[in-house]
């Protein structure tokens, strides 16, 4: 069974261009997560969905951040535009509805120069 | 607002010795609480988990204690081994929501 799958793995843009990430979940998953890796802050939750539905996006950063989930194998991540300090690695992260642990994709790295 | 913290960023053990990460969190309403392992250009995979109604769960060489008075969970690592070099991210969740997680420590475990 193939785990949760993002694209693509690795981003090299300039400040000021538009940068979309995308995951699809584990099969039968109802809930996903975009989380952000830094140096300084660790794993930051940005947002979630539960069945394509967003529950919680207070940890987006600004209005230059959206996240969507148009059907259940499929999320999009968007900045726009982006700058130098977007610069990290976003995780996809998916859950069954039994139970609390995360299923984590590879991650895509983001460079914005 | 860091809920969930590890003060220490780094941890340097030898193998075969026990290997001991400190987790603090701040949010009373936690009631589930995760350790994740994290190798380089991977995403975290899941270790062990504890929920707030037990104080100790074992898995293996792998122990997680959960103090619930001093809000303060640790993994224990016994022996530890070179392959358990990773970065460890502790996490906690209010019941099956949202799992806010640590700064993550480094362990090194040297042959």
């Known amino acids: 069974d193939a785990g949760v799958i993002q694209s693509p793995r690795h981003e090299v843009t300039e400040m000021g261009q538009e940068v979309t990430l995308r995951c699809k979940p584990i099969s039968g998953h109802n809930s996903l997560f975009w989380y952000r890796q830094t140096m300084m802050r660790g794993l930051e939750l940005l947002i979630y969905?539960?069945?394509?539905?967003?529950?919680?996006d207070s940890g987006m950063p600004e209005d230059r951040f959206s996240a969507k989930m148009p059907n259940a194998s499929f999320s999009t991540l968007k900045i726009q535009p982006s700058e130098p300090r977007d610069s990290a690695v976003y995780f996809c992260?998916?859950?069954?509805?039994?139970?609390?642990?995360?299923?984590f994709g590879p991650g895509t790295r983001l460079l914005v120069l | 607002d860091q809920q969930v913290k590890q003060n220490s960023p780094s941890l340097s053990v030898q193998e075969g010795r026990i290997s001991i990460l400190n987790c603090d969190y701040t949010?009373?309403?936690?009631?589930?609480f995760l350790w994740y392992k994290k190798y380089p250009a991977e995403g975290p995979t899941f270790l062990i988990s504890i929920s707030s109604i037990k104080d100790k769960n074992e898995d293996g060489r792998f122990t997680v204690f959960l103090n619930k008075s001093a809000k303060h969970l640790s993994l224990h690592i016994v022996p530890s081994q070179p392959g358990d070099s990773a970065v460890y991210f502790c996490?906690?969740?209010?019941?099956?929501?949202?799992?806010?997680f640590g700064a993550g420590t480094r362990l090194t475990v040297k042959p």
């Open positions: 992260a998916s859950r069954s509805g039994q139970g609390a642990t995360q299923y």
């Open positions: 996490a906690a969740a209010p019941q099956i929501n949202d799992m806010r």
């Open positions: 949010n009373s309403m936690f009631d589930y």
């Open positions: 969905f539960n069945n394509n539905v967003p529950i919680d």
